[in-house]
């Protein structure tokens, strides 16, 4: 049974430039929650999407915005990166339906994302 | 607001040593959740534990247990006889029961076990 799969591994980009992350939850779940990870500190979060549609937003610019697929898998895209915004970029996935006392997140490995 | 603080930066221990990872919460809320993450090098979390706010018993789960005190808003986790596979940086993290779907972690402990 395949967990969460995040797409690519590593990703060098330039200042500017913008950049598409890929998520693919774990079997059964329908719900992608995406997190920050700066190097040293705790995930931040950015959005969670649940039946396509942005659920909850934390404190993220307008630069972040995302997508969700009829298959439930998720994009995470950031425009005119900034070097502020180099970080490990994880994908959690859950169940939509129950609360996050049943069933809590999987995580993925995460997109490592270098902004140059 | 909500808050969880994580004092401890990074924590070396030599194999079989046992340690105690320290966690304290602030919230306004009387329900709640708190979780237990493992971050191995490779940088998948990985869950250990959910508690809520209404559960105070204390658990051992093999070589690890939480002590878990309203009073003192903290939850914390001890891992007995550490190993060297032990070594990870580990989240406390922070979950509200109702208009909110998000985690909010704390800074992480770095913990190595030396061999």
């Known amino acids: 049974d395949a967990g969460v799969t995040q797409s690519p591994t590593h990703l060098i980009k330039t200042r500017g430039q913008q950049v598409t992350l890929r998520c693919s939850p774990k079997?059964?779940?329908?719900?992608v929650s995406w997190y920050q990870q700066a190097l040293g500190q705790g995930p931040q979060f950015i959005f969670q999407?649940?039946?396509?549609?942005?659920?909850q937003r934390g404190n993220f610019p307008d630069r972040f915005s995302g997508h969700q697929f009829p298959n439930y898998s998720s994009e995470l895209n950031v425009n005119a990166l900034l070097l502020g915004d180099s970080a490990l970029y994880l994908c959690?996935?859950?169940?939509?339906?129950?609360?996050?006392?049943?069933?809590?997140?999987?995580f993925g490995s995460g997109t490592r994302l270098t902004v140059v | 607001a909500q808050k969880v603080t994580q004092a401890q930066t990074e924590i070396s221990v030599v194999e079989k040593e046992d340690v105690t990872l320290d966690c304290v919460y602030e919230?306004?809320?009387?329900?709640?959740?708190l979780f237990w993450y493992k971050q191995p090098p490779s940088g998948e979390l990985v869950f250990l534990i959910r508690?809520?706010?209404?559960?105070?018993q204390n658990e051992i789960s093999g070589r690890y247990s939480w002590n878990f005190q309203k009073s003192t808003s903290s939850f914390n986790f001890t891992i007995t006889a550490s190993q060297v596979v032990d070594s990870a940086v580990y989240f406390c993290?922070?979950?509200?029961?109702?208009?909110?779907?998000?985690?909010?972690f704390g800074t992480g402990t770095r913990l190595k076990v030396l061999a």
């Open positions: 919230t306004r809320d009387t329900t709640y959740y």
């Open positions: 959690a996935s859950s169940l939509g339906s129950a609360s996050l006392s049943n069933y809590g997140y999987t």
């Open positions: 508690r809520n706010s209404f559960d105070e």
């Open positions: 999407y649940y039946e396509e549609e942005e659920r």
């Open positions: 079997s059964g779940h329908d719900t």
């Open positions: 993290a922070l979950s509200l029961t109702s208009g909110t779907y998000k985690y909010i």
